[in-house]
């Protein structure tokens, strides 16, 4: 079993649907967090979480340290915000992100 | 500034040339990483310097071989490669090692040929 498991693994959806991109993960950490990836590009830190909720723009991510599971919710979505969405978790004192698989969204008009 | 930025964007190479890539940032942040990115994967560490020495080298073979000159800079040179080498090469920076949030680079598409 992955430490970090994303889902779903694909999600189309159509232009302003309301989306959720779930994250669990199985070891103790220090942070988590959200990716973004365009295709054959670059990756863009969305944000970092060690407790609670964060927005930035259409986009908000929580968090619940108890049930180690994170979310992160894209409103009024659009066709740009198409990318793969990567979920990662920072243990205590260590280098290493331990990545989740990517959850590859589709924003059709 | 609050980019890292890596050039070229795009190399292709044959299996006897010597190349560098280069990562760059301006963010006073003291440790830089350089990933291997293949298609529909996580990325994979290879190399972290923290203050600009060497801290993590993840087994990388020495056909890598990294090199930060100075607190903003980070290289990797490439020689004698492979084609499976081929991937998308990705820097990033933080504040400290392991911690803080990162900033990656927009990455350096590298074809071996």
């Known amino acids: 079993k992955n430490e970090v498991e994303q889902s779903p693994q694909n999600l189309t959806a159509q232009e302003g649907e309301f989306i959720t991109i779930n994250c669990s993960y199985s070891v103790g950490i220090s942070a988590l967090h959200w990716l973004q990836q365009h295709p054959g590009g670059g990756i863009v830190s969305l944000f970092m979480l060690s407790s609670g909720k964060k927005k930035h723009g259409r986009l908000i991510a929580t968090i619940n340290i108890q049930e180690k599971h994170s979310s992160l919710h894209i409103t009024a979505s659009h066709p740009r915000d198409s990318a793969v969405y990567i979920c990662?978790?920072?243990?205590?004192?260590?280098?290493?992100?331990?990545w989740g698989a990517g959850t590859k969204l589709i924003i059709k008009p | 500034d609050t980019e890292v930025t890596q050039t070229p964007k795009h190399l292709v190479m044959g299996m006897t040339n010597k190349k560098s890539l280069k990562c760059e940032q301006h963010?006073?942040?003291?440790?830089m990483y350089w990933y291997k990115q293949k298609a529909k994967k996580p990325p994979e560490l290879m190399f972290v310097y923290s203050y600009e020495k060497l801290s993590i080298n993840e087994s990388v073979p020495s056909r890598f071989s990294p090199e930060c000159p100075n607190s903003s800079l980070l290289n990797l040179h490439l020689h004698a490669l492979q084609p499976e080498d081929s991937a998308l090469y990705l820097c990033?920076?933080?504040?400290?090692?392991?911690?803080?949030?990162?900033?990656f680079g927009s990455g350096t598409r590298l074809t071996v040929v």
């Open positions: 990033a920076s933080s504040q400290e090692q392991g911690w803080y949030g990162y900033t």
């Open positions: 963010m006073g942040h003291r440790a």
């Open positions: 990662a978790v920072s243990r205590d004192s260590n280098y290493q992100l331990i």
